[in-house]
T-cell receptor, first 113, second 117 residues
Framework: DAKTTQPPSMDCAEGRAANLPCNHSTISGNEYVYWYRQIHSQGPQYIIH???NNETNEMASLIITEDRKSSTLILPHATLRDTAVYYC??????????????FGKGTKLTVNP | GAVVSQHPSWVICKSGTSVKIECRSL??????MFWYRQFPKQSLMLMATSNEGSKATYEQGVEKDKFLINHASLTLSTLTVTSAHPEDSSFYIC?????????????FGSGTRLTVV
């Protein structure tokens, strides 16, 4: 079962920042927070991941609360092409490469012109 | 880097026939691949974990005799839907993780749309 809770849908105006929340109150100390997104009828696309510290890359920023029970994905300047379902996933830090990603229901982000 | 190719992108088959879907890691070796299924307006559901050179591990409720998985090399895993029926119509997606890569190492294929008529 997914260990995350996300709002089912959100809207954002084009050019504005999109802030997508995720609750993972049962996260363990050895679990990463991952974010993926899925544009309609395509495979999921990796966005960003983090363990404790905030992270930023060319796509987005990830803000993780100090207690690690929630996080926020920030798309700084949303475009129409960012319309997608965004998934927040927790995964244990284990070795071997066999650790599976379990998807929850995600947040349907709609970027409006 | 880290490209996963999935083929075919869509397939229509008659009820009772079998369909094979291929998942290839193009520029890295993947000891582990994952197979997901997604019904319309639903999330991805993990079906099985495919391990190179060994038997796949199936999630609870997934019939291993119906969904045959073969991971014969470090770059290829196949999913065969045997005796397909209309209820097997779905979007099938594979994922692979490169050995030794960091946490961002999960790469997904573009998916296969299966329609059973």
């Amino acid at each position: 079962d997914a260990k995350t809770t996300q709002p089912p849908s959100m809207d954002c105006a084009e050019g504005r920042a999109a802030n997508l929340p995720c609750n993972h109150s049962t996260i363990s100390g050895n679990e990463y927070v991952y974010w993926y997104r899925q544009i309609h009828s395509q495979g999921p696309q990796y966005i960003i991941h983090g363990l404790k510290n905030n992270e930023t890359n060319e796509m987005a920023s990830l803000i993780i609360t100090e207690d690690r029970k929630s996080s926020t994905l920030i798309l700084p300047h949303a475009t129409l092409r960012d319309t997608a379902v965004y998934y927040c996933i927790v995964r244990p830090v284990l070795q071997g490469g066999s650790e599976k990603l379990v998807f929850g229901k995600g947040t349907k982000l709609t970027v409006n012109p | 880097g880290a490209v996963v190719s999935q083929h075919p992108s869509w397939v229509i088959c008659k009820s009772g026939t079998s369909v094979k879907i291929e998942c290839r890691s193009l520029d890295f070796q993947a000891t582990t691949m994952f197979w997901y299924r997604q019904f319309p307006k639903q999330s991805l559901m993990l079906m099985a974990t495919s391990n190179e050179g060994s038997k796949a591990t199936y999630e609870q409720g997934v019939e291993k005799d119906k969904f045959l998985i073969n991971h014969a090399s470090l770059t290829l895993s196949t999913l065969t839907v045997t005796s397909a029926h209309p209820e097997d119509s779905s979007f099938y997606i594979c994922s692979a993780r490169a050995s030794g890569r960091g946490g961002y190492g999960y790469t997904f294929g573009s998916g296969t749309r299966l329609t059973v008529v």
